[in-house]
Structures are given as C-alpha cells and as structure tokens.
T-cell receptor, first 113, second 115 residues
C-alpha cells in the first residue's frame, strides 16, 4: 500500500529535550515536506526536500532541522523544543516536477511542556 | 508571496442540502494550481479536488465541484447532497507551477453536517 508513515503519532515532552519525528514514504517520491498545523493558521511549511541531500527552508523553519540521507526518509529534528512548537505536524511527499496529489502522513501531535 | 483566505471559520448545513465554501487567494503568478483538502476528525489530509489555473472548465468530482473565477481570484467549493461523512475541516490551498511544490493553505472552514 502506497503511504507516508510518521512516528510517533503522539508525543509529550519537556522543554529542551531533543526529539526526532520520523517520516517515511514507499512511493519513490523525490519531493518531501514538513508542515505544522495550528488553530487559526492552517498548515505552514517548515522545510522541504527536492531530493536526497537537497533541503531548504519553508516559511517557519526556526527551531527545526531536517536531513535527507535516503530518498524514502525525511526526519524532522527539534534540537531544543520549546512550548511554541506544540503543534500538529504533517509530512507529505509527491513526485518531483509534476503537480500530482501530495500524499500526507497521518500527523504527529506534539506537546512541549 | 501568495496568500489564501477562507473567510468562513465555521459552517453548518442540514444533511442532503448543498453548501458552498469560499476561498480567495492573492498571487502574481499566471500558472498555478488550487486544491481543496478535507481533514476529518481522524486528522488525515484528504485531497477533495484540484483545479489547474490554465483550465477554464471548473473541476468536478462526484458531489464536489468548484467555481473558479481567475480574474476575481476566487475558488469556492460546492458540496451537493451533503452527507454526514462530509463533516470535517476544509482547507483551500495554492501551489505555484513546479519548483518548490509548497502548498500555501488557508485557515480552514469547519463544516458540520446536521442529521
């Protein structure tokens, strides 16, 4: 089954404790992206990747890091989480260079206390 | 930069009725793509319908159709014969033509179908 998976689905952590949210897709997509969803703001792009070893900032990259060492994986790293990073996070992927549907993961609910 | 505006935070409609969700956007691009995504309580993002700006014909998908007015930069979603399963948050989204396939989202409209 073609899908984007994220882990964990739910996470409660404390300020300053490094964490990683994993994202993996099995569709051989070049393009992958991370969004965060906040009430009243919709979804906003954090980082994106056009292909392996190619990443760039989206609209709200502060406090986040990403890496793309393999085509299928695109982890989101919070080196020192803060309460303002409490949010719902989505990973998405699509083929590069065409406007196909972006496939979204199931979301990760992160709470930073 | 592109912006997407959804001016209706919440709507409700009786089951089997028709409802229209509004979306306006601002861009200087000539070629672009517009989307409506549905987010049910499961939080999954589901593509409802897509419209290419270069196409004059409005997109339709079963009970879902759009009214695309390029000059007015308007992209409304019409849901006909609404069903209880249509209860969800609906997001309008914009994508430039290729390059970074970033979706710029509106703030969403929470739609409730009343039995």
């Amino acid at each position: 089954e073609a899908q984007v998976t994220q882990n964990p689905r739910y996470l409660i952590t404390v300020t300053g404790k490094k964490l990683t949210v994993t994202c993996s897709q099995n569709m051989n997509h070049e393009y992958m992206s991370w969004y965060r969803q906040d009430p009243g703001l919709g979804l906003r792009q954090i980082y994106y990747s056009m292909n392996v070893e190619v990443t760039d900032k989206g609209d709200v990259p502060e406090g986040y890091k990403v890496s793309r060492k393999e085509k299928r994986n695109f982890p989101l790293i919070l080196e020192s989480p803060s309460p303002n990073q409490t949010s719902l996070y989505f990973c998405a992927s699509s083929p590069q260079g065409t406007v196909y549907e972006q496939y979204f993961g199931p979301g990760t609910r992160l709470t930073v206390t | 930069a592109q912006t997407v505006t959804q001016s209706q935070p919440e709507m409700s409609v009786q089951e089997a009725e028709t409802v229209t969700l509004s979306c306006t956007y601002d861009t200087s691009e000539n070629n672009y793509y517009l989307f409506w995504y549905k987010q049910p309580p499961s939080r999954q993002m589901i593509l409802v319908i897509r419209q290419e700006a270069y196409k004059q014909q409005n997109a339709t998908e079963n009970r879902f159709s759009v009214n695309f007015q390029k000059a007015a930069k308007s992209f409304s979603l019409k849901i006909s014969d609404s069903q209880l399963g249509d209860t969800a948050m609906y997001f309008c989204a914009f994508m430039k033509d290729f390059g970074n396939e970033k979706l710029t989202f509106g703030t969403g409209t929470r739609l409730t179908i009343i039995p």
